[in-house]
């Protein structure tokens, strides 16, 4: 019981990843590939969480509590999860602007209908 | 031809799954005691009066690689502004005032001041309690969008002059930059924290640069989410093909 709960977090990850990755493959629209690029990217949040919790540890804050009374969550891999989260919302609004003008050039979001080059 | 593609997909997707399974029993396990850089991060964060030490890590000890992300952010707000910009077939229409529901637009306003308030708090206390320059920054820019949601386009475009928040996200981005050097000039190194007093522990003022860098960060962030929103919310409401063309 005790093996699977100390790998669990890590195949959560794994398996949000995956479904981003056959989102992607799959997708028949560019918003909906957007959004499983963000399914993606939101896998490695819950990676980088999962690895640095420690049992029984609250928030590495210590404006309410005494440095050295509670174990605390590593802040190294939350400062990395906020990084991230800013990396992955300015890459989403970046490819949507890139979406909308191959709608207005194209008329299509269908990715398999996107053939051929265009001056 | 799409079997074939579904069938290289499912033998791709199985061995990356096996990889990532076998990667996983291999990581130390989840909630172990042994965190040897979050417990130095806490040493140094501390030893610089820094209370939020994730504050600590972003604005002081990785304040390199904070200059980085922000200027991804920078960078991706100029590209959205070359991309969705007016091009030569259309035209801008005068969006027209639309009816708004009562209780939706008495909500909006009341709500309004207090989300920008809360914003403007989460940004100042970001070195103190959880949040900071980045949280705080997207708080205080959707906060000017509930004026969209309770009036109309209009009275958001004028309490939003866009060249004014174009020009604060940049003198943001270089404050920092600046803030950076001045550690250079002093004679230590770039964005080393040993320019100002460390201060009282648990105050506003404490932490040495950290409130100086949160604070330019949040200023860029409400800057560029102001401007992304403006751009797309312009694409959306003002900007049309022109006809016949």
Same mark, same amino acid.
């Given at each position: ?12 990850? @794994? ?9 992607? !493959? ?11 690029? !963000? ?17 029984? @540890?609250? @928030? ?28 992955? @919302? ?30 | ?22 990667? *996983?029993?291999?990581? #130390?396990? $989840?909630?172990?005691?042994?965190? #040897? ?29 904070? &200059? ?5 952010? $920078?960078?991706?707000?100029?590209? *959205? ?13 005068? #969006? ?37 320059? $980045? ?25 939003? #002059? ?16 600046? &803030? ?9 190194? $770039? ?37 992304? &929103? ?16």
């Amino acid at each position: 019981m005790t093996t699977v709960m100390h790998v669990l977090p890590y195949l959560v990850a @794994a398996y949000v990843f995956l479904t981003g990755c056959y989102g992607l !493959a799959t997708s028949r629209n560019l918003i909906h590939a957007v959004g499983c690029l !963000a399914v993606c990217q939101s896998s490695t949040y819950v990676l980088l969480l999962a690895v640095g919790y420690r049992d029984g @540890a609250t @928030a590495p804050v210590f404006s309410d509590i005494k440095p050295g009374s509670r174990p605390v969550v590593d802040p190294v891999v939350q400062a990395l999860t906020l990084t991230d989260i800013v990396v992955g @919302a300015t890459v989403t609004a970046l490819l949507l602007a890139l979406v909308l003008q191959i709608a207005k050039r194209h008329g299509t979001v269908d990715p398999d209908e996107l053939r051929e080059l265009r001056g | 031809m799409k079997r074939l593609r579904l069938a290289l997909l499912a033998l791709g997707g199985a061995g990356l799954a096996a990889l990532l399974v076998a990667a *996983c029993l291999d990581l #130390p396990g $989840f909630g172990g005691r042994s965190h #040897p850089y979050g417990t130095r991060a806490v040493h140094a964060s501390l030893t610089r009066r820094a209370a939020n030490t994730i504050a600590s890590v972003n604005f002081d000890q990785r304040a390199y690689d904070t &200059l980085g992300e922000m200027s991804i952010l $920078f960078a991706a707000v100029l590209g *959205c502004v070359v991309l969705l910009r007016q091009a030569r077939d259309e035209h801008r229409a005068q #969006p027209q005032p639309a009816e708004v529901a009562r209780p939706v637009r008495r909500y909006a306003l009341i709500v309004l001041p207090v989300a920008l308030v809360t914003g403007l708090y989460v940004i100042a206390h970001g070195q103190l309690s959880p949040g900071g320059g $980045f949280q705080g920054g997207v708080v205080a820019a959707t906060a000017l969008h509930l004026l969209y949601l309770g009036a109309d386009y209009r009275a958001l475009e004028r309490i939003r #002059p866009l060249a004014v928040y174009e020009t604060s996200d940049a003198l943001a981005v270089s404050s920092y930059l600046v &803030l950076g050097l001045a550690g250079v000039l002093a004679g230590t190194a $770039f964005l080393a924290n040993t320019l100002l007093p460390y201060g009282t522990f648990n105050t506003l003022s404490s932490g040495g640069t950290v409130p100086l860098l949160n604070a330019a960060i949040g200023i860029e962030v409400a800057s560029a989410v102001v401007v992304l &929103l403006a751009n797309f919310l312009d694409q959306a409401v003002e900007i049309e093909e022109e006809h016949g063309s």
